[in-house]
Structures are given as structure tokens and as C-alpha cells.
């Protein structure tokens, strides 16, 4: 009977909302590369010879009311996996960190409301693209700020990436350029103190893995925080987290986010 009535509540309050009134209280802007995307339960079908997503979400991405993501063209829906989907179009998006995150944000603390994410990941991509003024970067900006003009505060820039450059050049330039892209984004988004918190990659392209690793180990700004991805297990491809470690750098980055808040309650 409890159940029921908890599973009522919750449809009817799906359901009686109506399009454009769905708004977040607290915003988390995702952007990087494949593994912030997405790619867990993504197998190759030996049929077709096409990437698939086996479409298993399990409880911890759990799509609910209080979780909202920006579609492409800019409205607030309830956010449900691959959240990626219509973002990183040109690739097959499966489960990634983004649910799992907000979930366990959501049971750790409450009271920040309804939670709109802005998928804002796209695989393949090199931090060189990410630098101010390119397409990567002024999208990441136009959605922010699509985002917050529903009146919700931008609370954090969750960051995945780094996979596409380790490959020697790419590896050597990786931190100072990484640098400047988060201090732009501070800068452009007028937030100097805006909460970062970034996952230290355990998979890359390329000879210089360690590299990257380092680079991203030390970085020095404030309001900055890591989560090292170190033992996560991979799909076939040996590139990509499968669901189950998509879910912990989820998990993990929910808690680098709250010590980032509240260094002591941790
Ligand atoms: C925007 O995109 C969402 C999600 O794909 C869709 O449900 C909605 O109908 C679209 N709205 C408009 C105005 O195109
Ligand atoms: C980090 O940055 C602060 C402030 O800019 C500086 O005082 C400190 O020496 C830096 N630490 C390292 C390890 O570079
Ligand atoms: C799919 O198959 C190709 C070719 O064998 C392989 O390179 C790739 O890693 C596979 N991807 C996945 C996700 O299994």
C-alpha cells in the first residue's frame, strides 16, 4: 500500500507537468570526451556489425523528476540514460556518469532540489578543441547559459577527458592547456570560484597515458577537485568504462563535488 501510494505520488507528478514548466533549482554543466558521454553497455552487434547500447540502467541512474537535462534545442526534459544521446549524436551512447552523479548528490543532500544537467561531452575529442573560441567552447557557453536563464545556479563543471591526447605533443601541452580552458570558462561565465571537478583518466590513445595522468594530478586551482579513475573496468574496446565503473566515477565524483562544498561534513 505504501509503495503504491509513493508510486502514485510520483506518476501523477510526472504527469501533470506541463511542457516548459519543468525547471532546476541547481545546475551541472558535463563536458570531455567518450567516457563522460557515455559508452557503458555499448557492445558490438555481430549481426549488423554496428555499435549497439545494451539498454540496461541500473537503479543508480534511475531517471526521476528531480533530474532535468537540457535537450539540443535547449528545453528542460526529465534526464534519463543515454543522456548523451542527442549531444554526442554521431556516436552510440550508452550509460555514463552523469545519473549516477546526480542520483547520489540527490540522496546525499536533498535539498538541492531538482537537478538540471547540460550534456555537454563529446567523444573523440582533443583538449586543443576545447580551447576559447571554438565550436566545443561556444557551445558549452551558449547551453551554460541557455541553462541558467531558467533561473537555476550553475553549481559545477564536471570534467572527463584526455584520452585523445596522449598521444607525445599532445601530452606535453596537456596542462597548460587545460588550465586556460577552466580558467575561461570561470572568466566567461563570470563565476572566478565555479566548482570543478575533474576525473583522472586510466585509458588513452596513445604512448603518454602517464603524462596526461600527471598533468591532470597537478593541477592547481581553487575549487578544484579529482577523482582518479584508476580500476575502473572497460567495455571490449579497453577504452571505455562499462556501466558498473561509470556508476562508481559517478559516486565518486558526487562526493569530490560535495567536499568541494563542505570540505569539513565530509
Ligand atoms: C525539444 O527536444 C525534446 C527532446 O528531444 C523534445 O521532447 C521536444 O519536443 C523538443 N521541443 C521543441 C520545441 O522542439
Ligand atoms: C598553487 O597556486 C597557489 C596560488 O596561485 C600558489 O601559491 C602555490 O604555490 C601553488 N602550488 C603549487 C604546488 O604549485
Ligand atoms: C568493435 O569491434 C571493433 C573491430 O573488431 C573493435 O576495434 C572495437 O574495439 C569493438 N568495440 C567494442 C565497443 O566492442
Not at 554543466?29 to 540496461?56: C, E, F, H, I, P
Not at 558549452?140 to 607525445?168: F, K, P
Request: charged share 20%; with cysteine; proline share 5%.
Amino acid at each position: 500500500m505504501f509503495l503504491f501510494v509513493i508510486f502514485f505520488v510520483l506518476v501523477t507528478h510526472v504527469g501533470s507537468i506541463m511542457p516548459g514548466e519543468l525547471k532546476p533549482d541547481n545546475i551541472f554543466l558535463l563536458a570531455g570526451q567518450s567516457n563522460m558521454a557515455g559508452r557503458g553497455g555499448v557492445y558490438n552487434d555481430t549481426v549488423t556489425n554496428l555499435l549497439k547500447w545494451d539498454g540496461l540502467v541500473p537503479p543508480q541512474c534511475t531517471p526521476t523528476p528531480n533530474i532535468l537535462t537540457l535537450s539540443l534545442n535547449k528545453t528542460w526534459e526529465i534526464a534519463r540514460e543515454p543522456l548523451h544521446k542527442e549531444i554526442d549524436n554521431l556516436k552510440t551512447c550508452g550509460v555514463g556518469p552523469g545519473m549516477p552523479f546526480t542520483n547520489q548528490i540527490l540522496a546525499e543532500r536533498p535539498d538541492f532540489g531538482v537537478i538540471g544537467l547540460v550534456p555537454c561531452a563529446i567523444g573523440g575529442t582533443k583538449i586543443e578543441q576545447w580551447q576559447k573560441g571554438t565550436i566545443l567552447y561556444n557551445q558549452l557557453m551558449d547551453r551554460a547559459r541557455a541553462a541558467s536563464q531558467s533561473g537555476g545556479r550553475i553549481c559545477a563543471l564536471l570534467w572527463y577527458q584526455g584520452e585523445s591526447d596522449c598521444g607525445e605533443q599532445d601530452a606535453m601541452l596537456y596542462k597548460g592547456r587545460l588550465e586556460k580552458f577552466f580558467n575561461d570558462v570561470r572568466e566567461d561565465l563570470n563565476s572566478p570560484y565555479l566548482p570543478i571537478n575533474l576525473v583522472v583518466i586510466s585509458s588513452g590513445e596513445g604512448e603518454f597515458l602517464t603524462s596526461v595522468r600527471d598533468a591532470q594530478l597537478n593541477i592547481n586551482l581553487s575549487n578544484f577537485n579529482s577523482v582518479d579513475a584508476v580500476g575502473s573496468t572497460f567495455i571490449a574496446d579497453h577504452l571505455h568504462l562499462d556501466t558498473r565503473s561509470a556508476v562508481r566515477i559517478g559516486q565518486k565524483l558526487a562526493d569530490s563535488f560535495l567536499y568541494i562544498i563542505s570540505p569539513r561534513s565530509n
